[in-house]
């Protein structure tokens, strides 16, 4: 679709019609476009610009612009027309698209129509220009520019756009009519039609000034409004005191008169007072604010080629921190039916997109939200795993305190024996002292004990028998016989009974 346009804009480009002259007609649609366009070699490092149809798209063909390549970075291109734009006679139009993928924190996006004779070589942002128009955004500072070039000064538009923000390309147009009057069009809605350049732009001096030779007369009336005199201030009111003597109060006791002087109640509010104010109304000789009669002013002169240009070529002159921006249809024609032909097919290919944003904007919705619950999910899970570890170490402690305890139990339940091959000093009464002890064990496991103590005692069950027929107390050793009873035998079997048996 795009090709067809070209050939049928290539054929009639710079031919006059009945219905006016197309002077450019450009939709990037085929690769011979750097025939078209020249970059300035003026400033170093500037940004590329190459043919692309963004990420998203109905129609990539018809999506496919001129896009500005990286970030940060000058961009300065331009091409010349086939033939030069007059329109002193004839209504400019000015009408391109722009889509902007990448939200743009500060740079710009609009077209800078060229004088006759231009330097497509050395074009960048101090070149002259006729007319500046597009969007442009950075920081607060959000809005359509209309830039005007009259006798060598730029006027910026005193009416101000903001620009559409978001990602679907967006189409703007500016008309201006041989009558010095102007309209703008942003997709394809009317924001000003044929409304006077004077009212937006001060390029002429004002048309009336105040008469200073004219004053003020001394009865002229200022006052807004007067005291109501029917508001009359109550009797007495003058003598009403604000504040008077609390009558509840009382010297204390302990005042000395002659040493802290004469007692004073503290005053309060008197509750017979009321505040008055005299009230205000209209005052029925006011005549207005004064002003000066308006005089035609001398210096202004109405200037018949105001906005009358020669126009040679359209450029791109941007700073951009995002790049991004896809250029795409720019048209600069007389005839209204062309820039017409391109508003109707920015608007079928604009619903097509719109559907195709909100089918993106929802399958990503639905992709966050999968992804939130998956985050919740997982987060679930560490806080379910993080309550069952607290509650399986408050359950460790709880068995180690119980554990602890039973421990405890068990050595106060442990009898004393005597220690074999240890006695006092004092041999005629030797210490009674533990004999070996076995390991120490918990009163809770007895059946754990019971079972080290057969096994211990496998060997030696016949002697323990005989033994325990013979002692009905312990044997009191001496260190002699206690240090080679214990490298026979380690252990006394009746001991070792004795323990079986009270455990």
């Not at 005042?255 to 007692?263: H, I, N, V």
Request: aromatic share 8%.
């Amino acid at each position: 679709m795009k090709a067809t346009l070209l050939l049928a804009s290539l054929a009639i480009a710079a031919v006059a019609s009945a219905a006016g002259q197309t002077f450019l007609e450009e939709n990037f649609s085929d690769p011979n476009w750097e025939d078209r366009w020249t970059v300035s070699s003026a400033k170093e490092d500037l940004g590329k610009f190459a043919l692309s149809s963004g990420t998203f798209h109905p129609d990539k063909e018809y999506a496919q612009g001129l896009q500005t390549t990286e970030d940060h970075r000058f961009y300065s291109i331009s091409s010349p027309f086939a033939a030069v734009a007059d329109n002193s006679k004839d209504d400019l139009i000015v009408q391109y698209t722009v889509k902007q993928e990448i939200n743009q924190e500060c740079g710009g996006s609009y077209l800078k129509l060229l004088p006759e004779g231009f330097d497509a070589k050395n074009f960048n942002g101090d070149s002259e220009y006729a007319i500046m128009f597009g969007p442009d955004v950075c920081g607060a500072q959000n809005r359509i520019h209309t830039i005007f070039n009259y006798k060598g000064k730029n006027y910026l538009t005193k009416k101000e756009f903001p620009v559409p923000r978001d990602s679907k390309t967006h189409l703007y147009r500016l008309t201006v009519h041989p009558d010095q009057k102007y309209s703008l069009l942003v997709d394809g809605e009317v924001m000003i039609d044929h409304v006077p350049l004077e009212e937006h732009w001060d390029v002429y001096a004002p048309r009336t000034i105040s008469d200073p030779n004219d004053k003020k007369p001394a009865d002229w009336v200022d006052e807004k409004e007067i005291e109501d005199p029917t508001h009359v201030k109550p009797e007495n009111y003058d003598s009403i005191p604000r504040y008077i003597p609390d009558p509840e109060a009382s010297q204390p006791e302990d005042w000395d008169t002659e040493s802290d002087g004469d007692w004073e109640a503290p005053e309060i509010p008197n509750p017979d007072f009321e505040e008055w104010a005299p009230k205000f109304i209209p005052n029925p000789a006011y005549k207005g604010e004064w002003k000066a009669a308006e005089i035609p002013n001398p210096e202004f002169k109405e200037d018949s080629e105001l906005a009358h240009y020669k126009i040679g070529g359209v450029g791109l002159d941007l700073w951009q921190v995002k790049s991004g921006s896809i250029f795409d249809d720019i048209v600069v024609t007389s005839d209204a039916e062309v820039a017409d032909k391109y508003l109707s097919q920015w608007k079928q290919n604009f619903d097509k997109e719109k559907a195709l944003v909100a089918a993106l904007d929802e399958k990503l919705k639905q992709k966050e939200e999968e992804e939130k619950k998956e985050r919740e999910a997982a987060q679930a899970l560490a806080d379910e795993a993080k309550e069952k570890a607290k509650k399986d170490e408050d359950s460790k402690d709880e068995k180690d305190e119980l554990d602890d305890e039973e421990e405890v139990a068990a050595d106060e339940a442990t009898p004393e024996f005597i220690k074999i091959g240890e006695l006092e000093d004092d041999e005629t009464e030797p210490e009674v002292v533990k004999a070996a002890e076995p390991e120490v064990v918990k009163a809770a496991e007895p059946e754990v004990v019971e079972k080290e103590i057969k096994e211990e005692l496998k060997e030696t069950k016949e002697e323990i028998k005989e033994e325990a027929k013979k002692a009905v107390e312990p044997e009191i050793v001496t260190k002699e016989e206690t240090k080679e009873e214990t490298k026979e035998t380690a252990k006394d079997p009746e001991e070792d009974k004795t323990q079986h048996d009270e455990l």
